[in-house]
């Protein structure tokens, strides 16, 4: 694994970040763990440490992720099929990166081929990329649809995300049940209102 550089998205120039050590991330852990006002010398927290940078290593996959990688292969032989593609339901796990409160929620991912088709999977991969990192929701709405728009270039491309920020209902406001909505559209989504009626109806929304 890479882990000293990510693309943060296609297009970026690669943005060299010196990581810290396992060590030294350990470390920072037990100093929150005292911010928190506890002992992270007591017995039930002294792996903790360890368990959360492991932990992060998972939550933040998607800095070791190239989205133009996992876009790459495109098939042609798609006998004509011309209409829209749509992948529903994807859930997502991210965080905000203003708090690092968890941000949960789903995506539903649409585009329109032209001659070339992806294979399905590949988008939740995508999704996963950019969720796997430190968010703000219409951030990764939009990187999920330019990256697949200049990848694979179909005509458009729709995606929404409608996510629950945990910063907003276990703090703050304390709204619990609200979930915020971001959408993006790209090429003939953007173009052809039946196109986004399509896309709303084939989600449910
Ligand atoms: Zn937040």
Redesign the pocket.
Known sequence: MNFLNSKTEIGDKKDLVKRPSAKEAEDAVRILLRWAGDDPTREGLIDTPARVVRAYNEWFAGYNQDPTEILERTFEEVAGYSEMVTLKDIRFESF??????P?IGIVHVSYIPDARVIGISKIARLVDTFSKRLQVQEKMTSQIANALQSSLKPLGTAVFVEGE????CTR?VHKVNSTMVSTTFTGDFLKKQNLKDEFYRIINK
């Open positions: 905000c990166e203003h708090h690092l409160a941000i920020h945990h910063c907003m703050g």
